[in-house]
């Protein structure tokens, strides 16, 4: 691995956290797809050998018990689900160059010598641990099979993980109050000797691995806790009957978390397999200077920057050059809910109608990676009628169709410098963007080109210059082709379709798939047909239509649901197994994507008056400069420009962000808080943000600083 800017001479991988093979897959399921998708493309662009691997996570207790209340055996419920994410991945045009599932023989192979590894290295041990035990069943109970209550903040839990409070990973005899899932009955503790996995050995190595991690900063930030912390080892076994078995212990199988990631490795050696390590070699990759990207949903973080790393490092891999977790969705401000219908589910989407590449744009650039973002019928059709049909699909088209009527294609004529140097800007941006693992940024630097496009021919006007200046028509035509072609080679990673349809109306040679950055400045065809329409408007009653449907769908779940409750509806359950990504058990198990229940404040019982509330004069701000508050852990002085003026405000987010990523960030400043020292540093003013994690406030759109907050 190195830390050079891509490309590199290394070969890359691009992986994607495994869908868990429970459940459908929706929209929030597949923003993680399309956005590591996107990403392996633009690696593409820069020259970066790179492939896209991944596979069904098989095993672990849910499929287990989701299993068990189907009467189905687990391996064959996990081959269904495993069929149909192949059938399903490559109508949103996800690419992976590799798809294997946890269960084949490679990844069993790998996983077992893996372990082996780890065991001569002297990484492993047994030990005797509490494990619940379900007496009127007699057997024991499995994360999964297990509920309680959280040892850490009191939260409802499962098996192996807080997934309705502080999200903490559990080990086995950690549950209060445990009971069976199978039965219903009190469980017990009884001891059971199990293999422990030395990760507090590595705590000095873990430390010096996050600091040099690559990726998104609350990857970075998030694993601090534990790495610093009392880090302590893992329990990797299980006492179930449906997994990878423990080598040479019959009664026990590896923990869904030992066998998952290894499937990243797995896939990898596969497609070399196929393709042969003369055209791209996986143990390159995997044991010698491979650039490794792990893009994850963030609640999956600890697994991918502390247990992952640690066993990599233990067993003689490569350790990961970069980890981008990305933030939850949401659909209309609310949550998904599987169990209430509450979803636009993937198949829905295609059955409507709707082209893959409209919602990987929506997905790709309505927010950034690390954000959590909301999916509406409305702003989905907002954002495809602003910016693909009324900006690239209106440049692209005005520019060819002009072009093929007036010349048959490409007038003869010299690029203008002043254009050169824009389709120049954007390259740069977008290899700046990829490097910075910003998929938005890279999509976006397409739109702001075809935007330049569109002003560009609106201010020269060439319909009106074929009679006055027909030179200077040719050479504004001329330019126009160009930045189409450069709008279409910087397009394709995140509408690849449309990218490809826009490179057979220019009558270019070859695939825009295979078209790197600098082919954007090769000479367009002289001769191209009559292009079409790339997009289609979006109009409102479709959207109304959607909206009403998707209420109906809930209702009749709601109804259902409070029937089978004898007339109470419960709450949604939305806890998420920590071995999955994308799949989703259809009782509501929350997966990557949808927006996790957490352990909310109640709410205050004294209420504020309208005019109190309005004393309080809150501005829109942007941090331009930030810095640490020397012998404080937690504190950065931040210099806000509120418009008016520039204010020094102390605030705790040191541990939660990437001091060098906050300036340029736009936030809410309460402006007319009474200063206060801390550390010696005066606060003139407050920041705004949101939760344990510090999910700073910011705008919507691009209100400037000094903008009231109402």
Known sequence: ????????????????????????????????????????????????????????????????????????????????????????????????????????????????EIVHTLEDEGYVYEDEVLVAWDPAADQALPDRFVEGTCPYCGARARGDECDEGCGRHLEPGEVKEPHSVITGNPAEYRERAHKFFRVSELQEYLGEFIDRLEGT?????????????????????????????????????LYVWVDAPIEYVAATKQYTERVGSGAYDWETVWKEAGEIVHVIGRDIIQHHTVFWPAMLHAAGYEEPRAVVAHGFMSLDGEAFSTSRDRAVWAREYLDEGFHPDLLRYYLVTVGGLQDDIDFSWERFRERVNGELVGTVGNFLYRSLLFAHRNYGGTPESDLSPAVRERIEESIEAFRAAVNDYSVREAGEAAVRLASFGNEYIQRHEPWKLVDEDPAEAERVIRDCVQLARAVAVLLEPVTPAAAERAWAHLGAAGSVHDAELDTALDAPSSEFGEPEELFATIDEERVAALNEKLAERVAAAEADAEADDGGESEGDDTGKDAGSEGGEDEDAERVEGERPNVELDPLADERVSFERFGEFDLRVGRIERAEPIEGADDLLRLEVDIGIETRQIVAGIRQLHETAELPGTRVVVVANLEPAELFGVESDGMVLAAGAEADLLTTHGDAPPGTTVR
């Open 1 to 112: 691995m190195s830390h050079e800017e891509f490309p590199t001479g290394n070969p890359a991988v691009v992986t994607c956290g495994l869908p868990y093979a429970t459940g459908d897959l929706h929209v929030g399921h597949l923003r993680g797809y399309v956005g590591a998708d996107a990403f392996n493309r633009a690696l593409g662009k820069l020259g970066q050998q790179s492939i896209y691997a991944c596979g069904t996570d098989m095993h672990g207790t849910p499929v287990a018990v989701q299993a068990l209340q189907r009467g189905v055996d687990p391996e064959s419920l996990a081959l269904k689900r495993h069929k149909q994410y192949q059938e399903t991945f490559p109508r949103f045009d996800v690419d992976f160059d590799s798809y294997g599932h946890t269960h084949d023989a490679t990844n069993t192979a790998l996983t077992t």
């Open 217 to 253: 900063a609350n990857a970075r930030n998030q694993p601090r806790e534990w790495i610093e912390g009392e880090l302590r080892d893992w329990c990797i076994t299980r006492d179930l009957d449906w997994g990878i078995d423990y080598p040479g212990a019959d009664d026990l199988v």
